[in-house]
């Protein structure tokens, strides 16, 4: 049964087609998010100990990594740094948040977006921004990362919670409006091993970047395409934010060997493939 009350009005439709997103002002109250960022720190927490238990390390364009948990963890970039940046998929870590991905508050807008009503997760991620330490994110679309897996990249819409605050200081995400009606652009070549999927400015106008400035519980809707990217956070207050990627029907997870229904709770949790 769909919850009509979440399911996207003529408005957000008209936005996500002409700009590539949309925001959802206060769509969590204060308790839940008291609650989601203790389970997001709990899930971190769970994460450093998995990496520090001995995960499998490597570097990527001098970047640490760790697979661990069936996790990848990114850390923060700085020689030594212990402090975690990223972490995809997580959901696996915390059952409330492998609770979240079922919410209608996701599922609902989700099913309009990608226009089924059976969807699936496809991935799921923790940025986690740390007060003066958190680093900005070069300009990129997501599709490019994800093609290869699942090309029909217009269809993996991303809900992105914000669990504080998000604003220009703590280095809110930032979005170029409609990036993504060129579809996937060319990558910046010749610049390490994830150049090309950083998006080669010459491609967008960057000067009609948008902060996305949104109070925690808001939600962000963004399309694989619309290219997005961050400052650092220089600011005294964390930025943390989950997102969300689903897709059409029943499909494989992109970095699970598993499937991962959404909304029909009992029926669809991480069935294996
Ligand atoms: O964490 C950020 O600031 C940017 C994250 C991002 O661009 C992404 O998750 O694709």
Redesign the pocket.
Same mark, same amino acid.
């Given at each position: 049964m769909r919850d009509r009350r979440f399911r996207l009005n003529d408005e957000e439709r008209r936005s996500y087609a002409k700009d590539g997103f949309f925001v959802r002002e206060r769509v969590f109250g204060a308790a839940e998010i008291d609650e989601l960022r203790d389970a997001v720190e709990c899930c971190a927490v769970r994460a450093s100990a998995a990496a520090e238990a001995g995960g499998e390390e490597y570097e990527i364009d001098g970047n640490r990594y760790c697979e661990a948990s069936g996790s990848t963890i990114q850390f923060e970039h700085w020689p030594g740094s212990g402090t975690i940046?990223?972490i995809?998929p997580f959901h696996h870590l915390h059952e409330r948040i492998d609770r979240l991905i079922d919410d209608p508050r996701f599922v609902e807008p989700a099913r309009d977006l990608i226009g089924e009503e059976r969807i699936s997760l496809f991935t799921d991620?923790l940025?986690?921004?740390r007060p003066g330490e958190?680093?900005?994110?070069r300009w990129?679309q997501?599709s490019p990362y994800w093609a290869h897996f699942f090309p029909d990249v217009e269809r993996l819409p991303?809900l992105?919670l914000s669990l504080d605050d998000a604003n220009e200081a703590n280095?809110? $995400?930032r979005i170029i409006p409609g990036s993504h009606r060129g579809g996937m652009l060319p990558g910046l070549e010749g610049r390490g091993v994830l150049g090309p999927l950083f998006t080669d400015p010459k491609y967008f106008d960057a000067s009609r970047q948008l902060p996305v400035v949104m109070a925690a519980g808001s939600v962000l809707f963004f399309g694989a395409s619309t290219v997005?990217?961050?400052?650092p956070n220089e600011s005294t207050e964390r930025?943390r934010?989950l $997102?969300f990627t689903y897709q059409p029907g029943s499909g494989r997870m992109f970095k699970i060997d598993a499937k991962r229904e959404a909304g029909s709770w009992g029926e669809g949790r991480a069935a294996s493939s």
């Open positions: 940046r990223v995809e991620k940025n986690l921004k958190g680093s900005g994110f990129h997501d991303n992105m280095g809110c $995400l997005h990217g961050s400052e930025l934010a $997102l």
